[in-house]
């Protein structure tokens, strides 16, 4: 899977999840599903030496940070979960190739737990490392941007910046507890009918955290 830093921005929502539209999402037909549980489908790759993204069990590590337990079953995707992650760190796990083939009405539903590092400067908090969520029609070569409904809790995260000297938003700072995401992929679709998903962690030159941490991921259309 091919790295880069030219992401293009595509108005994608990413909503909260709950109630009853976490049950009408049940209903519909699964194209990908991934709990981590058994056979694992989805793939990282890493510029460092050191993979940052692994599949563990986080109730079996003491690393400050991480979640109690998976959000799914036993087992969860995530950074290291036996230490922090490491400096300038990038790192991608994604979803293989996904044929939306005739689907009209597609959705992304995640869950995700996160404590990534963040500094403050006169009294305003700023995003060092982060996680953005992106999307490839290419198998890698060119990359959208998946754009949270109201934005990222961060315009702009440092780890994120290209030799141009631009970054994008992303997920950094921490959660208490899992939360889940939806996207709509329907704007995808329309552009091609076969796309990768990916969630790229990038962390910059110090201060490590406990991490992005991942679990009960399904692609769903109706």
Known sequence: ????????VALLSVLALHGSAAAATLARNVLFRETFE???????TSRTQTPQWTVADPSQFLTPGLPARAAHGRLCAGTKFDSVYDDSAEDLLYTPEIDFTGKMHTTLTFKAFYELETYSHAGTVFAADGVRLLATPDQGQTWLLLTPSGGYPFDSVRAFTDAQGQTTPGFSGSTAHWKRYRVDLGPLILQSPKWIIAWEFASDSSVGKAGFFLDDIKVTAR
């Open 1 to 8: 899977m091919a790295f880069t830093r030219k992401i293009a």
């Open 38 to 44: 058994d056979a694992v489908q989805m793939t990282s």
